[in-house]
Nanobody, 126 residues
Framework: VQLQASGGGLVQTGGSLRLSCAAS????????IGWFRQAPGKEREWVAGINWDGDNGYYPYSLKGRVTISRDNAKNTVYLQMNRLQPEGTAVYYCASTRIVSRGEGEWNPNWFDYWGKGTLVTVSS
């Protein structure tokens, strides 16, 4: 299984980026995908999630309205659109996959996820 995150880079405060997560080696249509981020010296933080059927995007309260997750099962790819980026958004962003389905409002736990990509660095300049 491979998950390849891409699309990171340097952006100014208030700017936007779209990250992609391309998956291979798994029955992509059966998997829930999550995005997480980790800033230097900080814990890994959940950013967004989408179930296998793309029923809805799930987000932590702190990021609702600023990030949007979507998936294209025909392309085995999940996207993360990030708008109004702030310097605290500087981190390595990872995508991960799991067979667990979560439709509640609670926090998504990184321990649910079996496979992780290598991450893509997002730097938000102030």
């Amino acid at each position: 299984v491979q998950l390849q995150a891409s699309g990171g880079g340097l952006v100014q405060t208030g700017g936007s980026l779209r990250l992609s997560c391309a998956a291979s080696g798994l029955a992509f249509n059966d998997y829930t995908i999550g995005w997480f981020r980790q800033a230097p010296g900080k814990e890994r933080e959940w950013v967004a999630g989408i179930n296998w059927d793309g029923d809805n995007g799930y987000y932590p309260y702190s990021l609702k309205g600023r990030v949007t997750i979507s998936r294209d099962n025909a392309k085995n790819t999940v996207y993360l659109q990030m708008n109004r980026l702030q310097p605290e958004g500087t981190a390595v962003y990872y995508c991960a996959s799991t067979r667990i389905v979560s439709r509640g409002e609670g926090e998504w736990n990184p321990n649910w996820f079996d496979y992780w990509g290598k991450g893509t660095l997002v730097t938000v300049s102030s």
